[in-house]
């Protein structure tokens, strides 16, 4: 069972949060920059994550998946040369949508069978699927971080422990 998955899914948002508001204060040039990483440049590690959050939460919405890989390609035509604030912008809408989500499913720990294309059939839980989301943005996160150290320019703590200690006292 996923402890507090809307309090799981409100770190993700907010990491993301700090991290487009440290890209504001840097030189644009630092957001497409090509770098030798996982993805050649920071915004198009953002353009990944924001295709695959709309995937994890079109397979969390129960969607079928020959509609959810026909709307791949037009996901990651939106996500292209974008401004950070543009890519924030798409970022808030998804989180708008992901939240809605989340507001109509009371029972967070569902069960749920998956098809996935390479690896076939699998039982899980709404919540595995959400924590992935949660984990899969994480990860994104720190590959931008070493983009951005490797353009000279510092990262910023995303971490969910900073995340707690940022929330008022009423909310931890």
Do not use: C
Request: zero cysteines; proline letters at 5%; glycine letters at 6%.
């Amino acid at each position: 069972m996923l402890q507090k998955p809307h309090q799981l899914y409100e770190y993700h948002v907010w990491a993301n949060d700090q991290l487009f508001a440290h890209l504001e204060q840097l030189p644009k040039e630092a957001f497409h920059a090509e770098v030798t990483s996982v993805f050649p440049s920071v915004s198009q590690t953002f353009g990944h994550m924001y295709v695959f959050e709309q995937l994890y939460m079109s397979v969390l919405a129960e969607v079928p998946n020959e509609d959810i890989f026909s709307k791949i390609p037009g996901w990651r035509e939106e996500s292209l040369g974008l401004t950070v604030d543009q890519m924030r912008g798409l970022f808030a809408g998804g989180t708008e949508q992901f939240r809605d989500l989340l507001r109509r499913t009371p029972d967070t720990d569902k069960a749920m069978t998956i098809e996935h294309p390479s690896y076939g059939r699998f039982d899980t839980y709404f919540s595995d699927i959400l924590r992935h989301v949660v984990n899969h943005g994480t990860y994104h996160r720190g590959n931008v971080t070493a983009m951005l150290r490797q353009q000279g320019y510092a990262g910023v703590p995303t971490d969910y422990l900073f995340y707690l200690m940022d929330r008022p006292k009423g909310e931890r």
